[in-house]
T-cell receptor, first 112, second 113 residues
Framework: GEDVEQSLFLSVREGDSSVINCTYT??????LYWYKQEPGAGLQLLTY?????DMKQDQRLTVLLNKKDKHLSLRIADTQTGDSAIYFC????????????FGGGTRLMVKP | SAVISQKPSRDICQRGTSLTIQCQVD?????MFWYRQQPGQSLTLIAT?????????ESGFVIDKFPISRPNLTFSTLTVSNMSPEDSSIYLC??????????FGDGTRLSIL
């Protein structure tokens, strides 16, 4: 089955850019998502990208997809303290009933 | 995007009891799912809630322990049966369409004493 990996932790200074990385194994994955989870809260969909795209930009967020290397990244420009949270990469395969496989999550800490 | 409401938002339950969690979506959706997030962990899919038929369970999850209903395209329930402390987790409902992203509810935080 699908395996999705993320680094556990990232620390940046306020105002810097953050880059959170994700790798996956199933080349037939169709949709790739980034979710944000703040303490005590559910998952908030931040952005997603279709597998036929290389890049998607949405305000401070930029998603890059390298299908050859099965690598997905999320760049947050001008990171703020309010961006401190756990970020989950999730991969969907339409051939697997639209289920999502989640990475382990990256805890982003933003220092003032 | 769909708005998903879950209730209860949290509960503390006694060992051996059962709890039913409700998930309501504000629009008709094709797909509804139930996930578990154990403390400090990522999300694991429990099952796909199928409208009008039995849920499809993932490996390690069985209907007797986690019965699921989905009577229509906007509502589903998950019951955690015969609870033990190992069932203490966050349970999350998600919903989406065939070519639409999945959105999540705020989850139900369950503690078993």
């Amino acid at each position: 089955g699908e395996d999705v990996e993320q680094s556990l932790f990232l620390s940046v200074r306020e105002g810097d850019s953050s880059v959170i990385n994700c790798t996956y194994t199933d080349s037939s994955s169709t949709y790739l998502y980034w979710y944000k989870q703040e303490p005590g809260a559910g998952l908030q969909l931040l952005t997603y990208i279709f597998s036929n795209m290389d890049m998607k930009q949405d305000q401070r967020l930029t998603v890059l997809l390298n299908k050859k290397d099965k690598h997905l990244s999320l760049r947050i420009a001008d990171t703020q303290t309010g961006d401190s949270a756990i970020y989950f990469c999730a991969v969907m395969n339409n051939n697997a009933g639209n289920m999502l496989t989640f990475g382990g999550g990256t805890r982003l800490m933003v220092k003032p | 995007s769909a708005v998903i409401s879950q209730k209860p938002s949290r509960d503390i339950c006694q060992r051996g009891t059962s709890l039913t969690i409700q998930c309501q979506v504000d629009s008709q959706v094709t797909m509804m799912f139930w996930y578990r997030q154990q403390p400090g962990q990522s999300l694991t899919l429990i099952a796909t809630a199928n409208q009008g038929s039995e849920a499809t369970y993932e490996s390690g999850f069985v209907i007797d322990k986690f019965p699921i209903s989905r009577p229509n395209l906007t509502f589903s329930t998950l019951t955690v049966s015969n609870m033990s402390p190992e069932d203490s987790s966050i349970y999350l409902c998600s919903a989406g369409g065939q070519d639409q992203p999945q959105h999540f509810g705020d989850g139900t935080r369950l503690s078993i004493l």
